[in-house]
């Protein structure tokens, strides 16, 4: 199984999962599955198109939100939409499971969350987010 960190009751990040897994993150509860890596970013990756077929298989939506280095606001608009329209629990990867969880928090700030509130979400799924967030 994939190494899933919570962030919130309904929002989790993972560092790259396999199509294989997908199946057993449907099992514990999520419904939507967003993929923060662009392909081909590693040799051994499944591309998006590969994750896509085997969620629709597992009985997950997934979404494709590739992020090189930092996210974008825009990148940080979307991954917020996507989170607020899934049907229930979500888990998003990339390698380390870092940029999806920063624009994931990215957006969520936008919308006006509290920092501190984002700071101490990262910080207990195992994420320093200061640096991106502010102290």
Not at 11 to 16: R, T
Not at 93 to 122: K, N
Request: charged share 20%; aromatic share 4%.
């Amino acid at each position: 199984m994939a190494d899933i960190r919570p962030v919130t009751a309904a929002f989790a990040v993972a560092p790259q999962i396999e199509t294989a897994d997908l199946t057993d993150i449907a099992a514990h509860g999520y419904r939507l599955v967003i993929n923060n890596r662009p392909d081909h970013e590693a040799e051994d990756q499944p591309t998006s198109d590969e994750m896509a077929m085997a969620a629709e298989v597992a009985g997950l939506d997934y979404v494709h939100i590739p992020v090189r280095g930092g996210p974008t606001q825009d990148q940080a608009v979307a991954m917020k939409a996507a989170v607020d329209a899934a049907d229930g629990a979500v888990l998003a990867f990339c390698r380390s499971g870092t940029r999806s969880i920063i624009t994931w928090a990215l957006g969520q700030a936008l919308a006006g969350v509290p920092r501190h509130q984002l700071i101490e979400a990262g910080r207990r799924a195992g994420y320093d987010l200061t640096g991106v967030l502010g102290g």
